[in-house]
């Protein structure tokens, strides 16, 4: 998509009504449907949506608030999603029609985009010990769109589903270490990750003592993506927890690439109930 669109376009409509123009202003109110259904798509033939300032800075905020769960892993506390909320509450009653005057909400404006931006250097929750997660992949770039597989050690290699499961293998535990980072261990097995420090370095789940991995919010930008909420980088130095597609074949590995909406982004979900989830 949209070349599908196009497709049926030229294919029902004889050549006396075949219009690129008409098509294209037609095309325009496409956006929000395939947005809607989930359906990948090639975003440089719609026309951004043209807001006022308080308009963008209101749709960012609540973006942001709707796809925030405040105090999980990879998210800020609760105080700075309140903050955020807030911001916004005062923002959308300054703008009212029946407010005192433009300068309130000027002022109003000015405090919600400081506070976005707080929200977002805001530190992001950690893995807690002793809690059972999932590693949920996070990438969503058309050509690698693995987003909501979920990461799961089988024997010592490590691949991810393709659906959303949630099978013994897919567990682990985040063991806390004195420097900050962590020991990622598979339930299943009982082994940890070792992730080498190289391009397309193996990544393992085979011994007791693996590599001291560490969670860090991903903020390398991706065309107009430069934040998306508890996204995370796994890392092990500058390399990444990535999973490689070549061909028909699937391997997890280290990489370099930590940008946004690519496949060295996570999500780190947590199980509170194994057995509901089964």
């Not at 960012?60 to 509450?89: C, H, M, N, R, W």
């Not at 004195?178 to 299943?188: A, E, L």
């Not at 496949?263 to 947590?270: L, Q, V």
Request: with cysteine; glycine share 6%.
């Amino acid at each position: 998509y949209p070349r599908l669109l196009a497709l049926s376009e030229v294919g029902w409509l004889p050549n006396a009504k075949k219009d690129f123009g008409s098509f294209y202003y037609r095309l325009q109110h496409h956006a929000g449907i395939l947005k809607a259904k989930d359906i990948c798509y090639a975003p440089h033939y719609f026309e951004p949506e043209e807001l006022t300032p308080v308009e963008a800075a209101v749709a960012e905020a609540q973006d942001i608030l709707q796809k925030s769960t405040p105090g999980a892993v990879g998210y800020p506390a609760q105080e700075a999603f309140d903050a955020l909320q807030q911001a916004l509450d005062a923002l959308l009653q300054a703008a009212d029609g029946n407010a005192a005057d433009a300068s309130s909400a000027e002022a109003a404006l000015d405090a919600l985009r400081t506070q976005t931006e707080a929200y977002k250097a805001a530190p992001i929750t950690l893995p807690q010990e002793g809690t059972l997660y999932k590693v949920v992949s996070a990438s969503t770039f058309f050509r690698n769109r693995f987003d909501g597989s979920s990461l799961y050690a089988k024997g010592t290699s490590l691949n991810i589903h393709y659906t959303q499961q949630t099978e013994p293998e897919e567990l682990w535990l985040f063991v806390p270490q004195p420097d900050g980072s962590f020991q990622m261990v598979s339930v299943n097995t009982g082994k940890a990750v070792t992730m080498a420090a190289s391009e397309a370095g193996t990544v393992k789940a085979e011994k007791e003592q693996g590599t001291n991995l560490r969670i860090r919010k991903a903020t390398k930008p991706a065309g107009n993506y430069t934040y998306i909420p508890g996204v995370v980088n796994i890392k092990n130095g500058r390399y990444n927890l990535y999973a490689q597609l070549k061909g028909h074949n699937m391997t997890i590995v280290a990489s370099a690439d930590s940008a946004l909406c690519y496949p060295g982004t996570w999500r780190i979900e947590a199980i509170d109930d194994y057995n509901r989830a089964l």
